[in-house]
């Protein structure tokens, strides 16, 4: 969904995949994405801070985690 740009759907599928497996960092940064895309930002920086917090990201990931959580930061203060 992400990739036809049905971000709204998108969020639904990835906060699914969660519900099942919590701890896959990869799917709390695409729900972000999607979340980003949807308007929802504070939403989106949860998510992010989420990935970050349990790991398993490689360095060109968390260089994009880290990034958009501060671009989120700076829109909502």
């Known amino acids: 969904y992400q990739r036809l740009d049905q971000h709204d759907r998108a969020v639904v599928y990835y ?5 099942i497996e919590p701890r896959q960092s990869k799917n709390w940064v695409a729900l972000g994405i999607s979340q ?8 989106a920086l949860t ?3 989420m990935a970050t917090k349990l ?3 490689n360095a060109r990931l968390r260089d994009f985690v880290e990034e958009r959580s501060k671009r989120i930061e700076q829109v909502i203060n």
């Open 55 to 57: 790991g398993q990201l």
């Open 15 to 19: 906060r699914q995949s969660l519900d």
């Open 47 to 49: 998510s992010y801070r």
């Open 36 to 43: 980003e895309h949807s308007d929802a930002l504070s939403d």
